[in-house]
């Protein structure tokens, strides 16, 4: 069994910052990309950042400046440093990740997610 736990959100105001974290666990082979999505009520949920395996980050437009992914490796952990936040920043944040799994004779790959950590910026 996979998990991916995430921490790190709560309340903030308009202008500050906060740091997510997502630690994945489990009969982990091997971790490919990691990325976390945002989702708002009745909207679907949207990619904000991702990061392969070598490190190579790449953004949504909305936060290129603001938000950096990283990922540690040794620790199966990913994490968004979020700073100038603005109140449509406001969302439930999940983490993802391709993982790779041994089974008895083969691999396999698929998405995981976490539960969804809360991030709420008040104007």
């Known amino acids: 069994q996979v998990q991916l736990v995430e921490s790190g959100g709560g309340l903030v105001q308009a202008g500050g910052s906060l740091r997510l974290s997502c630690a994945a666990s489990g009969s982990i082979f091997s971790i490919n990309v990691m990325g976390w999505y945002r989702q708002t009520p009745g909207k679907e949920r949207e990619l904000v950042a991702a990061?392969?395996?070598?490190?190579?980050?790449s953004y949504a437009d909305s936060v290129k400046g603001r938000f950096t992914i990283s990922r540690d490796n040794t620790k199966n952990t990913v994490y968004l440093q979020m700073n100038s936040l603005k109140p449509e920043d406001t969302a439930v944040y999940y983490c993802n990740a391709g993982i790779t799994t041994r089974q008895i004779v083969t691999f396999q790959t698929r998405a995981y997610w976490g539960q969804g950590t809360q991030v709420t910026v008040s104007s």
């Open positions: 990061i392969s395996s070598g490190g190579s980050p």
